[in-house]
Each structure stands twice: as C-alpha cells, then as structure tokens.
Nanobody, 119 residues
Framework: EGQLVESGGGLVQPGGSLRLSCAASGFTFGYFAMSWVRQAPGKGFEWVSSILSTGGTTRYSDSVKGRFTISRDNAKNTLYLQMNSLLPEDTAVYYC????????????RGQGTQVTVSS
C-alpha cells in the first residue's frame, strides 16, 4: 500500500510560517489525489486541504483558506503544505493521506509531524 513520511513541523510563534513535506514511496504517487489532515490533542482528524493528482485543482477548509497552500511534485513523489500566518489553533499533528477531501484514507497516514504555534 506504500508509505508516507511527513516532516517539517516544529515550534513557531503566532504569525509565523512552516513548510511541511510528505515523501511518498511504494505506490504510484502521481495517480492519486492527496490530502493533509490534522489532529489536535483530544480531538478527531480534521481535513485541511486536498490536491488532485495532476496538481491543477486544490481545496481548503475554511479554517486555513488564504493562509495555507498545498502543492505537489510528482517527479519527486512529494506533497507539500506551506503554512503562513499560523494561529495557536493550528497546533496539531499533521498527516498526509491518500485521497481527496471527500474520500481521504486516514489509514494511509504516516507518523505525522507536530506543529506547535505558541508564543
């Protein structure tokens, strides 16, 4: 089924930026829509953003629209999430998963990367 490895998280002050990466292996990355989801402490998974296989169409949750940008490089089998103007409520473990906004597969996630927004 393949593997996804997320990286790029860290501690950042409110208003700061981070760029997350997700390296895919073991499956044909370019065939699949991909998404980012997140999980805050004590809460369920929250869909954040999706991108279709060719990268031409993207979608964002209302909570991140205008602040986050999803992109992908199919030649490098890598998914990205550029996060700007970060807020404390963006604090969560971020995961990349296969599938689009209405059909993502949480079971395909990697180990995740922690994003903490705090002063």
């Amino acid at each position: 089924e393949g593997q996804l490895v997320e990286s790029g998280g860290g501690l950042v002050q409110p208003g700061g930026s981070l760029r997350l990466s997700c390296a895919a292996s073991g499956f044909t990355f370019g065939y699949f829509a991909m998404s980012w989801v997140r999980q805050a402490p004590g809460k369920g998974f929250e869909w954040v953003s999706s991108i279709l296989s060719t990268g031409g169409t993207t979608r964002y949750s209302d909570s991140v629209k205008g602040r986050f940008t999803i992109s992908r490089d199919n030649a490098k089998n890598t998914l990205y999430l550029q996060m700007n103007s970060l807020l404390p409520e963006d604090t969560a473990v971020y995961y990349c998963v296969r599938g689009s906004y209405n059909a993502f597969q949480v079971r395909t996630r990697g180990q995740g990367t922690q994003v903490t927004v705090s002063s």
